[in-house]
């Protein structure tokens, strides 16, 4: 079942942008780690970015084929976490799927995954 609700996906160009939100857990938002996953036709899922919110710092990181280009962010105030997909290439087409893991700090069931939103870049 859909766990987390996502938004913003769909139809880019080359080198177009897209902004992707995703709202996260009601409760102890600031206590998940945040991020994004995605997987392409054929391809398997892999991580794209996460985010946590550390006791004293902001904590990011990202796969190798998007640094320089996408930047991931969370509004704790919001429980939301957003992903700005900037020069957009073909090869960033997939499904997009949010992803809240709790589990260092609130237990091994506290995983939450949204229903994935569709990304296409194309011509």
């Known amino acids: 079942q859909v766990q987390l609700v996502e938004s913003g996906g769909g139809l880019a160009q080359p080198g177009e942008s897209l902004r992707l939100s995703c709202v996260g857990p009601e409760n102890y938002f600031t206590l998940y780690t945040m991020g994004w996953y995605r997987q392409a036709p054929g391809k398997e899922r892999e991580l794209v970015a996460s985010i946590e919110t550390g006791a004293t710092d902001t904590i990011r990181n990202y796969a190798d084929s998007v640094k320089g280009r996408f930047t991931i962010t969370r509004d704790n105030a919001k429980n939301t976490v957003y992903l700005q997909m900037n020069s957009l290439k073909a090869e960033d087409t997939g499904a997009y799927f949010c992803?809240?893991?709790?589990?260092?700090?609130?237990?091994?069931?506290?995983?939450?995954w949204g229903q994935g939103t569709r990304v296409t870049v194309s011509s």
């Open positions: 992803y809240a893991d709790g589990r260092t700090w609130l237990g091994p069931e506290s995983e939450y």
